[in-house]
């Protein structure tokens, strides 16, 4: 059973009441039913906490923390210290409430997205307008989308301008302009313009919800160290109990201290020693800090990998896509074929890429698609092959297009071709895709894409905390090595079939390294789920995301960095938290021994540890 945050917080209130009440009583008059109000306080608000500690020890079949407290306070009561029990339950109850609150807060984050994802949508069919449930688009419809609504499914615009505000899923403000041909997602606010839009994914496969059901997963998962705490916990709420009852008995017997003496330090000893804020110090922390990031546009599939972020020393990225915008553009085609023509070759190409997902497949199509005359070109045993390029067979020839590896162009080749094209100081790092047919070189393109402009910053920031940056592309080494220099990583590596990437990032983790890896395509999953930390950019495909650890919605790379500090604060103030709490217990006890320590002071010293341990984690929502 677990009460609302506010249920908690009215029943400790009213324990507080109960308590004053009694207080006053015992003060100002001689009556004995004070004590009726003390207990009254000790149900009320005890009842939560007893509940769930009596609930949890019987399922798990041991001791914990909340059974400890319940015996401290009842301990106290039985020795006539009816207050300090009553106060104990009033604070432990105050605190039970903060964690509730910081679990809820992190759920409503979440719920909030929820809200945002219309429940209904304009589908048009046959030139009328339909309103349908959003549930039911399927990929191919065409729906209308007006200003000030928001976007119901994920999908490419067909028709209109507009701007986008994407904040929810993103946490970028500034709105995004979209324009035929862009692509938007689920949840994001169409701010101007009217739109139609080609819906491309179901809705329980759209980014939006993806992100949803990641946030919900990684929010049940208690972290490793949580786990360690938690498995201590049991053993060590037994072994205070054991402590108590040797302090009853040990100097009570021997006549070092009297029996009501005795009584008296067992019952400061269960209240000080119980380790309430051990217990509180990582998940409140983590939860603040996981609901901070999906505020980020930073999806965390288990709150592990948040923790293990700022151990990383080595980062591998892959080239296209994340260390460059990912929106390449088709700087210069080629037609070289002598026997096949420029009007022929065209749709053979548009055909075989518009089967690839691939960045440069994009490109290339938006280049040749105004040029297009005819249409339908049959192709058979398309194969996509992942780091290289992809091939098919058309009228009986087999057609290549993709690296200079698939299409087997040497590197001197490579250096005529665009020394042919472009001038030397227009080369910036432009991917060279070769078309072949029957093997012979056929058709070239040179494809730009910028490097990102957050980039160089991202990097120099990641080079400043002295983390190793590697880039990993399965481009060749002029692209490769231009790019690299301008987003300024420490290695390139070139030509890097998946496989390759797995290996680099193998051999660093076996130098001991902490690796992370961050990529886009399908060609870097292999890698992403090899790395000890893989990052996958949202706009990536679904092979990348699906085996990625974390998900940065928006292709920002600045959120990496944003991401490692989040960790770096996050590890820094659980283990503030962890030290102080056990500082204070060590202390606490140490006083609770030598006699100079009372049960009130044992009280407030215990719980307003717990408090301060709460509230520090809390700082992780900002
Ligand atoms: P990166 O590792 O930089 O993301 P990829 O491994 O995805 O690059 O691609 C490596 C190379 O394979 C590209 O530079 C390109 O030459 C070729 N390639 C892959 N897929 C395609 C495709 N669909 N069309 C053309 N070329 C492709
Ligand atoms: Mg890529």
């Known amino acids: 059973m677990e009460l609302s945050a506010r249920m908690q917080l009215i029943l400790a209130t009213s324990a507080g009441i109960f308590i004053l009440s009694a207080w006053l009583m015992e003060e100002y008059s001689q009556s004995p039913f004070y004590v009726l109000f003390y207990i009254l306080a000790f149900v009320v608000g005890g009842f939560a906490k ?37 106060v104990l339950i009033l604070i432990f109850a105050y605190s039970g409430a903060l964690e509730m609150y910081t679990l809820q807060k992190s759920d409503r984050e979440i719920k909030s997205l929820i809200s945002l994802q219309p429940e209904e949508a304009w589908l048009i069919s046959e030139d009328k307008e339909f309103r349908v449930n959003a549930s039911t688009l399927e990929p191919g419809n065409l729906i209308k989308v007006k200003p000030g609504e928001r976007i119901p499914a994920d999908g490419i615009v067909k028709k209109g301008r507009s701007f986008v505000n994407e904040s929810a899923l993103t946490g970028e403000s500034v709105p995004k302009e979209i324009q035929p041909s862009s692509d938007v997602l689920a949840g994001t606010l169409n701010q101007s313009g009217l739109l139609e839009i080609s819906v491309t994914k179901h809705m329980q496969d759209s980014v939006f919800q993806r992100m949803i059901d990641l946030v919900n997963k990684a929010q049940s998962e208690a972290p490793p160290v949580q786990r360690k705490i938690e498995e201590f916990e049991a053993k060590y709420v037994l072994f205070v109990l054991l402590a108590a009852a040797l302090t009853i008995l040990v100097p009570g017997s021997t006549g070092f ?50 923790e293990k972020l700022s151990s990383v020393n080595v980062i591998a990225f892959d080239k296209t896509g994340t260390l460059t915008e990912g929106n390449p553009v088709v700087t210069n085609a080629i037609f070289l074929h002598d026997s096949i023509t420029e009007n022929e070759m065209m749709p053979i190409v548009y055909a075989i890429e518009k089967n690839s997902t691939h960045p440069l497949a994009k490109a290339i199509l938006a280049k040749i698609k105004p040029l297009l005359q005819s249409s339908e070109t049959e192709l058979t045993d398309y194969e996509d ?10 009228e009986g020839i087999q057609w290549k297009i993709g690296s200079r590896e698939l299409t087997g162009i040497s590197e001197k080749q490579e250096i005529k071709l665009i020394s042919d094209s472009i001038k030397e100081e ?14 012979q070189l056929a058709s070239y393109f040179l494809i730009g894409d910028t490097v990102r402009s957050e980039t160089v910053e991202a990097i120099e920031a990641l080079q400043d905390k002295q983390i190793l940056t590697l880039m990993l592309t399965g481009d060749s080494k002029r692209g490769a090595e231009i790019i690299g220099k301008l987003a300024k990583v420490d290695e390139v590596g070139y030509s890097c079939m998946p496989e390759d990437k797995v290996n680099t990032v193998q051999k660093w983790k076996d130098r001991q390294a902490v690796v992370a890896m961050i990529g886009d395509g399908v060609n870097d999953a292999p890698a992403l789920a090899v790395a000890d930390v893989g990052v996958a950019m949202g706009m990536g495909s679904d092979a990348a995301i699906e085996t990625a650890d974390v998900i940065l919605v928006k292709n920002d790379l600045s959120k990496l960095l944003y991401a490692m500090n989040l960790s770096e604060r996050l590890s820094k103030i659980v283990k503030q938290n962890i030290v102080f709490s056990i500082s ?3 202390f606490l006890l140490f006083a609770n021994y030598f006699q100079f320590l009372t049960l009130p002071f044992g009280v407030i010293g215990h719980e307003g540890s717990t408090i301060l341990v709460i509230l520090n984690g809390l700082r992780l929502l900002r």
Do not use: H
């Not at 914990?64 to 401290?72: S, T």
């Not at 939860?287 to 990031?293: F, G, H, I, T, V």
């Not at 092959?385 to 058309?394: D, E, F, N, R």
């Not at 227009?426 to 093997?439: F, K, L, S």
């Open 50 to 86: 007893a509940v769930e500690g009596v609930l949890k020890s019987w399922e798990e079949k041991q001791f914990n923390v909340e059974l400890l407290m319940m015996i401290a306070a009842i301990g106290s009561a039985a020795i006539g210290y009816w207050g300090e029990g009553a």
């Open 385 to 394: 092959i992942p780091g290289l390029g992809v091939k098919a067979t058309v």
């Open 257 to 306: 201290w009297s029996y009501s003496e005795s009584l008296y330090r067992a019952c400061v000893l269960l209240v000080v020693a119980s380790p309430c804020a051990l217990v509180a110090s990582t998940m409140p922390a983590l939860l603040a800090s996981l609901s901070n990031a999906a505020k980020q546009g930073i999806l965390f599939k288990s709150g592990v990998f948040l």
């Open 426 to 439: 227009e080369d910036t790092g432009q991917t060279v895709v070769y078309v072949t047919a029957d093997d």
């Open 584 to 586: 204070v217990i060590l």
